[in-house]
């Protein structure tokens, strides 16, 4: 199962603070401009919590000029939490991906949703392990544009970590497709 994206991808990663959502919107983001050529913007809101409360990082990825930088019709929802599922997977457009972990939403409500156990496939690399997902059932972005996104971003001595992290979201994208 994967979305058709349009010139114009919008993507929605929501979760709990220290999922790492607001990080791997960064990662997506400079994956889609430095490294794949394309005009990426990406915001964020966190409550202020620092950990356990709702986080949310926006992409927009386009191939052309961006004259929006909000997300108004996601075409992909990544959702890590029971709350963030409830806020925003309405806001999956017609067609569009909606992609849960399986272990923290119940997302009975939402047929279409592809259930993937995020967070207990790699528990300190949970945003990674959402980018593979993501970035395996879309190909918004290359896969060597986001393992080199990773790369840059991730801390020193975690570089192998987070690639295994990437890796198991890919698997699991590709088993989802299946």
Known sequence: MTAKLSPRTEIRLAGEGGQGMILAGIILAEAAAIYDGKNAVQTQSYGPEARGGASKAEVVIASGEIDHPEVLNADVVVALSQEAFKKFASSVKPGGLLIVDEEKVDSTSAPQAIRIPVTKM?????????????????????????????????????????????????????KARK
Request: aromatic share 4%; no cysteine.
């Open 122 to 174: 790699a528990f300190e690399t949970t945003g990674t392990v959402a980018l593979g997902v993501l970035v395996g059932l879309t190909g918004v972005v290359s896969r060597e544009a986001i393992e080199k996104a990773v790369t840059a971003r991730a801390p020193r001595g975690t570089e192998e970590m987070n690639h295994k992290a990437l890796d198991a979201g890919f698997t699991a994208a590709e």
